[in-house]
C-alpha cells in the first residue's frame, strides 16, 4: 500500500514554533483581531495579550464608559501606554485596539519591537460582525453604517503600511484565519519559523 503524502502545511505541524517576535494584529473594529488572536496565540503556544482588555482590566471599566467618563484623548494615551508596555514585558500575540494603528507613535514602536500583521476585511463583513454590538463607542452615532465607511475609508490606507496582510472573507472561519496567519507568518523566518 502506498504512503499518504502530506503537504507540509500549518495545520500539520506538530514540532512546535519559534516566535521570534511578537506579532501584532491590526485592523478595523470587526476584523477579528481579538477571537483570531486568542485562537492564533493557542495554535502557536504562546501568550495572548489584547489592548483593549488590558485598559479595561486596569481601568475596571469597560471601553465604552472610558470613553464617557474620560474622553476618546485620554484612552488613546493610555492605549499607546499598554501597547509599548506589553512589548517589552514578553512575546507573543498581540491584539490591538482598531484605532491603535492610526498614530504614529504606535506605528514606529510596533515596527521597532514587533511585526505588524492587518486583518482585511470587507466593510460589508465588517457591519455584519459589528453591527448587533453597543461595545465600540465609536459607533454610537445617528447612522452607525456610515460611521463605520467612513473610518474604513480613511483607515485602510494606514492598516496597508502593515508588514503583512491576510485577508478575511465573509465564509472565513476564525480557524481558517488562523491557518492563513500562521501560513503568512512562516514566510517570514525573522517572525515565526518551523521548530
Ligand atoms: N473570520 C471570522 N469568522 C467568523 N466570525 C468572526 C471572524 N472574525 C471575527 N469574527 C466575529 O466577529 C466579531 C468581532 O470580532 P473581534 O471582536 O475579534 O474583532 P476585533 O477586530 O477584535 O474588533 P475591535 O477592534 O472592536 O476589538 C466576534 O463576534 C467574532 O467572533
Ligand atoms: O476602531 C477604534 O477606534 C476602536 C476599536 C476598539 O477596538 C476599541 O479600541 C475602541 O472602541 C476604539
Ligand atoms: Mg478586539
Avoid: C
Avoid at 8 to 27: E, I, N, P
Avoid at 66 to 78: A, V
Avoid at 92 to 115: D, H, M, V
Wanted: hydrophobic share 40%.
Amino acid at each position: 500500500m502506498s504512503e499518504i503524502k502530506h503537504n507540509t502545511h500549518s495545520t500539520d505541524t506538530q514540532g512546535g514554533f519559534d516566535l521570534h517576535k511578537t506579532v501584532v494584529l491590526v485592523g478595523m473594529m470587526g476584523a477579528g483581531k481579538t477571537a483570531v488572536g486568542r485562537a492564533l496565540a493557542a495554535r502557536l503556544g504562546v501568550p495572548f495579550l489584547d489592548s483593549d482588555a488590558e485598559i479595561e482590566s486596569a481601568a475596571n471599566m469597560t471601553i465604552p464608559e472610558i470613553f464617557e467618563r474620560d474622553g476618546e484623548p485620554f484612552f488613546r494615551t493610555k492605549e499607546s501606554q499598554v501597547i509599548g508596555r506589553l512589548l517589552d514585558e514578553q512575546k507573543g500575540i498581540l491584539s490591538t485596539g482598531g484605532g491603535a494603528f492610526l498614530q504614529p507613535e504606535n506605528r514606529r514602536i510596533i515596527a521597532e519591537k514587533g511585526a505588524a500583521v492587518w486583518l482585511r476585511a470587507d466593510l460589508n463583513v465588517l457591519w455584519t460582525r459589528v453591527r448587533h454590538k453597543d461595545t465600540r463607542p465609536l459607533l454610537r452615532t445617528a447612522d452607525p453604517y456610515a460611521t463605520l465607511k467612513s473610518l474604513y475609508e480613511a483607515r485602510v490606507p494606514v492598516y496597508a503600511q502593515a508588514d503583512l496582510t491576510v485577508d478575511s472573507d465573509g465564509e472565513t472561519s476564525i480557524e481558517n484565519m488562523v491557518g492563513r496567519v500562521v501560513d503568512a507568518l512562516l514566510a517570514r523566518p525573522d517572525v515565526l519559523e518551523l521548530k
